[in-house]
């Protein structure tokens, strides 16, 4: 639940980043995404990548202390 949090926050920020970048390089003003269904499509995909890098962190993190675990019976 907490990872489901964090990536829609994630996902907010990603697009506010992505935002700024374009109108960085391009020399807008600001982004018009046309309509509600492309911010959408945007946010899914990027709670999406945050949700999996998260997720691959948790799994890194619990074998990391099960190979902890492991070294120290030994």
Known sequence: MIRAGVAAFLSVFLLLFEGFIVIKLKGYTGIYFG?????VS?????????????????????????????????
């Open 35 to 39: 309509d509600i269904h492309l911010l």
């Open 42 to 74: 945007v946010l899914a995909m990027n709670f999406f990548f945050a949700f999996s890098i998260l997720t691959h962190i948790k799994i890194w993190i619990e074998n990391k202390g099960i190979e902890e675990t492991e070294a120290g019976m030994k």
